[in-house]
């Protein structure tokens, strides 16, 4: 599987991972009609071509190589990124059901700061 987005990446959006993106497989961009109701960005894991560039972008440290590299607090987005398809209402609504059931799940992290989150879910 391809790279994952996890939770720092939740109310931030920051596009930069987007603009660095070889392939554009991450998604929903900010011109996608998605783009305004999702709670966070995922990567296509079948787009995905695995070259890294995305992960010095984000901001937030939020994007792991895979999902062995997510921490456990993570890994019900490992699945989000998987369900996720541009345009695909029913696939966008399962995903953003995944996050906001994570979100719901982790009060504690989710009020973190995004960019302290990555290094909280490490401790």
């Not at 109701?37 to 190589?65: K, N, Q, R, W």
Request: hydrophobic fraction near 40%; proline fraction near 9%.
């Amino acid at each position: 599987m391809a790279f994952i987005i996890t939770d720092p990446c939740i109310t931030t959006k920051d596009s930069a991972c987007v603009d660095v993106c070889p392939v554009d497989c991450i998604h929903p961009r900010k011109d996608e009609a998605e783009f305004a109701d999702t709670p966070m960005l995922f990567i296509h894991p079948d787009e995905c071509i695995d070259c890294g560039a995305c992960v010095p972008a984000c901001p937030v440290s939020a994007i792991y190589d895979s999902p062995d590299a997510t921490p456990a607090s993570q890994k019900d987005l490992i699945e989000a990124n998987a369900k996720y398809r541009s345009g695909d209402a029913a696939a966008f609504a399962e995903a953003t059901n995944i996050v906001n059931a994570h979100m719901s799940a982790h009060p504690e992290l989710i009020n973190i700061p995004a960019a302290e989150r990555a290094a909280a879910h490490q401790a």
